[in-house]
């Protein structure tokens, strides 16, 4: 199973398009579990996710989290703001998928 987080600034906005990323993955008949997290609670799962991507009002956490999560070979990106604005679960997933491609 592939575990993408999202991280936000308290794990609630990105709520919603965990929601419509779930449906995505059930649509697709995917493998996957999507998880929205509050950027304090990050550390907690660095060894238990496969790709990470921050929306974009954090996008000032993504240099130290690719440190981070980068030394476990984990991918991490920021969310496109006009798929998280329109919360496209659809476009949101095909780019975990994709970064996760990339690593493999």
Same mark, same amino acid.
């Given at each position: 199973?592939?575990?993408?987080?999202?991280?936000?600034? @308290?794990?609630?906005?990105?709520?919603?398009? /965990? +929601?419509?990323?779930? &449906?995505? $993955?059930?649509? +697709?008949?995917?493998?996957? &579990?999507?998880?929205?997290? @509050?950027? @304090?609670? /990050?550390?907690?799962? /660095?060894? &238990? /996710?496969?790709?990470?991507?921050?929306?974009?009002?954090?996008?000032?956490? @993504?240099? #130290?989290?690719?440190?981070?999560?980068?030394?476990?070979? $984990?991918?991490? %990106? $920021? $969310?496109?703001?006009?798929?998280? #604005?329109?919360?496209? #679960?659809?476009?949101?997933?095909? +780019?975990?998928?994709?970064?996760? &491609? %990339?690593?493999?």
């Amino acid at each position: 199973m592939k575990k993408i987080m999202l991280i936000c600034s @308290a794990g609630m906005s990105s709520s919603l398009l /965990v +929601q419509k990323m779930q &449906e995505e $993955i059930a649509l +697709q008949k995917l493998d996957a &579990e999507v998880l929205a997290v @509050a950027e @304090a609670d /990050v550390s907690k799962y /660095v060894s &238990e /996710v496969d790709v990470v991507l921050l929306a974009p009002q954090v996008r000032f956490l @993504a240099k #130290g989290l690719k440190r981070k999560f980068g030394s476990r070979e $984990i991918p991490v %990106e $920021i $969310i496109d703001a006009i798929d998280y #604005g329109t919360m496209d #679960g659809k476009n949101v997933l095909n +780019q975990a998928y994709a970064m996760m &491609e %990339e690593r493999d």
